[in-house]
Structures are given as structure tokens and as C-alpha cells.
């Protein structure tokens, strides 16, 4: 596979912390100068509006229903202190323009829209509840990667097994080997993560991210996972050994 450009990133469970983390990513890769571009397909949580203060003229529903809105117009600037851009494309919508969201036919859109955007931005990233309507299929078969994220505990371990086998059967762009064990707090319980993701001490969605400015082991370990989902080269000093090497030591 060629370097990817984009990266689902597709939760174990309900609550394993998927929009955090995509938003954080995006802010530590525009720390190095990288423009990024945020697509809510987790329609039933839309946690990534939190993330976008203000009104939201198109969301990520209308982007998927109406062929006459370029995803250019759906994106919204989120406030990083940093040299990059990030573009955040949240869903907020009534339940019925979320019904019609979920349809095939705004599904078969959702690659058009991912390849558009990888061209006019560095990297895009999906934020995706766990694999069970349409716009979570079209997601994890739209993007270069697919990264999932377990909450650190026996039922994110549990649920992995079972989400690998629907990855498999979606025929999905990778089978999930890339996991992400989320709020460690000591020894991770999920088995091998190819990055262990502290817990962050700043836990209001308002006051995030916190990876465009900040050091530390949160800030650090969300760049491992940035390097590692993307094959990228980031300018981010994690110390001699990775966040994810000293936990699981």
C-alpha cells in the first residue's frame, strides 16, 4: 500500500473516545504544518460538533444527500495554535435528515467526497462509531487506512475480535491491525497495541485540543499514533523511546 492519506478511525465500543482522538491527531499534525480535514460518519453521538463552535451551515448529513454541495463547503475551521489548518466537516442535524444520511445511495457518496478532499488537503481523517449502518461501511472502504480504537479495559479487548471479522467481510481498506488501546492507565489490557493512548487531564471538549501547543505524555502519544496511521515524518520529539514502549514496559 502507498503512504495513506486518510484514516478511519472506527471505535471498538460505543464511547471508546474516537472523536477526541481524531480531533487531537488532527491538531498535533498541524503542529507540523500539515492541512487536515475532519468528516463526522458517527451520526448518532455527533460529538465532533462540539468541536466546532458557532453555527453549522452544511454538516456532514447535507454533504452526503445533496450532490450540489462540494465538500469544500461543509468544512469549518477549528481554532488551532498551529502552523496547519484543520477542517472540521461535523454532523448536526434533525433525525430525520440523519435517517436520510444513512441511505445507500448517500453512502456510495462518501468515497467521492474522501478522494476530493485528500486532493486539496494533506491528510483526512474519519471519525466512525462501531461498524453498524451505512455511512460506517462507506468509511472504513473510502479511506487508504482503517485504525481501531478500544477503551482500555476487557470489554474494548472483547469487542475487537468481533469488529476485525466485519472489517474482513466489508472487504474494508485494511482489517484493523492498527489498534489503538485508549485511556491506558497502567499496563494496557488490550493486547499488543501498536499505541497506547494515555488519559488527557483536560476532559471538556471546549478546552481541546490540547495537541497544538502541549508536551507531555497525551500530546506525545497521540503523535505516535499520527506517525504510525499515516507513514508520516513528524517533526514531534516523543523522547528516546515511544510513549506506547514505556507503558507497555
Excluded: W
Excluded at 113 to 132: G, I, K, M, W
Excluded at 206 to 216: E, K, R
Aim: with cysteine.
Amino acid at each position: 500500500m502507498s503512504t495513506p492519506r486518510s484514516v478511519a478511525v472506527v471505535g471498538a465500543t460505543g464511547g471508546a473516545g474516537t472523536t477526541r482522538l481524531v480531533v487531537e491527531t488532527a491538531a498535533v499534525l498541524a503542529r507540523d504544518g500539515r492541512d487536515v480535514a475532519v468528516f463526522d460518519a458517527a451520526f448518532a453521538t455527533q460529538g465532533l460538533a462540539h468541536y466546532v463552535p458557532g453555527r453549522v451551515d452544511v454538516d456532514a448529513t447535507r454533504l452526503l444527500t445533496d450532490d450540489a454541495v462540494a465538500p469544500s463547503e461543509s468544512l469549518v475551521d477549528l481554532d488551532v495554535n498551529a502552523p496547519g489548518r484543520v477542517a472540521a466537516c461535523p454532523a448536526r442535524a434533525s433525525f430525520t435528515e440523519l435517517a436520510d444520511a444513512k441511505t445507500a445511495a448517500a453512502a456510495e457518496r462518501f468515497d467521492a467526497v474522501v478522494r476530493e478532499t485528500a486532493d486539496a488537503f494533506d491528510y483526512v481523517l474519519v471519525d466512525v462509531s462501531p461498524v453498524a449502518a451505512n455511512q460506517h461501511v462507506a468509511a472504513v472502504t473510502a479511506v487508504d487506512r482503517v485504525a481501531l480504537v478500544a477503551p482500555d479495559g476487557h470489554r474494548g479487548a472483547d469487542a475487537l475480535p468481533r469488529v476485525r471479522d466485519r472489517l474482513r467481510d466489508l472487504d474494508a481498506a485494511s482489517p484493523g491491525d492498527l489498534v489503538v488501546a485508549n485511556r491506558v492507565a497502567d499496563s494496557p489490557v488490550v493486547t499488543d497495541p501498536a499505541v497506547a493512548v494515555p488519559e488527557s487531564d483536560v476532559v471538556d471538549p471546549t478546552a481541546a485540543p490540547v495537541c497544538d501547543d502541549a508536551t507531555g505524555a497525551f500530546p506525545n502519544a497521540v503523535a505516535e499514533f499520527a506517525t504510525t496511521a499515516f507513514d508520516a515524518d513528524l517533526d514531534v520529539d516523543a523522547g528516546p523511546r515511544t510513549v506506547t514502549e514505556r507503558i507497555l514496559d
